[in-house]
T-cell receptor, first 114, second 110 residues
Framework: EAGVAQSPRYKIIEKRQSVAFWCNPI?????LYWYQQILGQGPKLLIQ????????DSQLPKDRFSAERLKGVDSTLKIQPAKLEDSAVYLC????????????FGPGTRLTVL | SQQGEEDPQALSIQEGENATMNCSYK?????LQWYRQNSGRGLVHLIL?????REKHSGRLRVTLDTSKKSSSLLITASRAADTASYFC??????????FGTGTSLTVIP
């Protein structure tokens, strides 16, 4: 079974530029998550989708971050404009829609904002 | 915040020894999961324990849950160098919405 795919793996941008990350979850996984993991910290949930609907985006900085999952499969996370403090690894995960099921994580995108 | 807190932040042991790490959380949960993250990699699910369970085993892993104290522990027995990683607990409080802890960095010395 193919895992969660993410691209790009690495991205370096200057502050105030925009950037987009892509995630393709495991086939059949209705739930998709985006996390931000700052070096030395645990992952922080940014947004959770159930199919193409948003379940939780309470920790998403909506003034600069946006995410979509239009067809209920793959998803994009965008930052515009980027700030220095956005430097982090952005992780995508997916799971079956049943509560309590394990999440399967992609390898992440390491973003450096200069 | 519902985020859990792991303790200790860092742990260094000799190969063959047991490693114990703890997780405390703040709100009622449906279940608690433990994940491992090798340096520069994504997270890998290790084990899930439901709120009505007190102990669970998986291979060399033993997890306990005390909902009255809002705490969990992960025990890795007979550790190996390959167990070197960061370990995170994740709590599911409202149904498939997870909050990760701060992590324990484990180093197993060969």
């Amino acid at each position: 079974e193919a895992g969660v795919a993410q691209s790009p793996r690495y991205k370096i941008i200057e502050k105030r530029q925009s950037v987009a990350f892509w995630c393709n979850p495991i086939s059949g996984h209705a739930t998709l998550y985006w996390y931000q993991q700052i070096l030395g910290q645990g992952p922080k949930l940014l947004i959770q989708f159930q199919n193409n609907g948003v379940v939780d985006d309470s920790q998403l900085p909506k003034d600069r971050f946006s995410a979509e999952r239009l067809k209920g499969v793959d998803s994009t996370l965008k930052i515009q404009p980027a700030k220095l403090e956005d430097s982090a690894v952005y992780l995508c995960a997916s799971s079956f829609p049943l509560a309590g099921n394990e999440q399967f994580f992609g390898p992440g995108t390491r973003l450096t904002v200069l | 915040s519902q985020q859990g807190e792991e303790d200790p932040q860092a742990l260094s042991i000799q190969e063959g020894e047991n490693a114990t790490m703890n997780c405390s959380y703040k709100t009622s949960i449906n279940n608690l999961q433990w994940y491992r993250q090798n340096s520069g990699r994504g997270l890998v699910h290790l084990i899930l324990i439901r709120s009505n369970e007190r102990e669970k085993h998986s291979g060399r892993l033993r997890v306990t849950l005390d909902t009255s104290k809002k705490s969990s522990s992960l025990l890795i027995t007979a550790s190996r160098a390959a167990d070197t990683a960061s370990y995170f607990c994740a709590t599911d409080a409202t149904g498939n919405q997870f909050y990760f802890g701060t992590g324990t960095s484990l180093t197993v010395i060969p």
